[in-house]
């Protein structure tokens, strides 16, 4: 493989489990508001922006509960699930704590809320890890628009030529291709109904790249 300067990651579902959490905790606060939604339905909008993301199961339901009500009760949610049960990709942390080790500059991009990943960061005491870390507070355009791919490669002063993102989701992919990037796909159980095909390969966990 390329001798890459820059690694950039997506989070959930990249590095971290949490996707099927994050889609159960959208159907706790869905069954709240009195939307019969489920699991399966977060997979066609897995890694788009939080708008995207809500306005996919409200459409669905046609009804429209109060946006920050709905945010909150999912926040409860999630912020419980990920205490309980979200774990790293297998070979996640050796990998980055590698890339450390050869002074490659680390960033995380990721569609999901600040508060989102600083929980998980900080649960796998991974927080000083990282040189930059982009999310949706940072950007206008959400992925699969490639916005936060060029913030993060501003921010470290990186190029495309020499950066590497790791992705697990279609919108995610095209965000960093669109920003010049080459692309990893790591595939998982959630994910198979995402098209990873543009990806340059295709790993299921971080081990494979020893």
């Known amino acids: 493989m390329k001798d890459y300067r820059t690694i950039l990651f997506d989070l959930d579902g990249t590095l971290v489990n949490s996707e099927p959490l994050k889609g159960q905790a959208i159907v706790f606060a869905c069954q709240e508001f009195g939307i019969d939604a489920q699991v399966n339905d977060y997979k066609t909008v897995m890694g788009e922006s939080w708008l995207s993301v809500t306005e996919h199961f409200f459409r ?14 999912f926040k409860q949610h999630y912020q419980t699930l990920l205490r309980r049960k979200v774990t790293l990709t297998p070979g996640a942390k050796e990998y980055i704590f590698a890339l450390r080790a050869q002074n490659k500059p680390c960033g995380i991009v990721s569609s999901a809320a600040m508060w989102m990943v600083e929980e998980i960061l900080g649960q796998h005491e991974l927080s000083g890890a990282f040189d930059c870390i982009i999310t949706q507070e940072h950007v206008t355009q959400h992925k699969p628009h490639p ?4 913030v993060a490669l501003n921010k470290l002063s990186a190029t495309p030529q020499g950066t590497l993102v790791f992705e697990d989701s279609t919108a995610g992919i095209s965000a960093a291709l669109g920003s010049g990037c080459d692309v990893i796909a790591v595939q998982h159980e959630f994910n198979l109904n995402n098209d990873l095909s543009a990806a340059s390969h295709i790993i299921s966990d971080f081990q494979q790249l020893k």
């Open 60 to 73: 669905h339901q046609a009804i429209k509960p109060n946006a920050e009500a709905f945010r909150q009760r």
């Open 147 to 150: 916005e936060a791919y060029n």
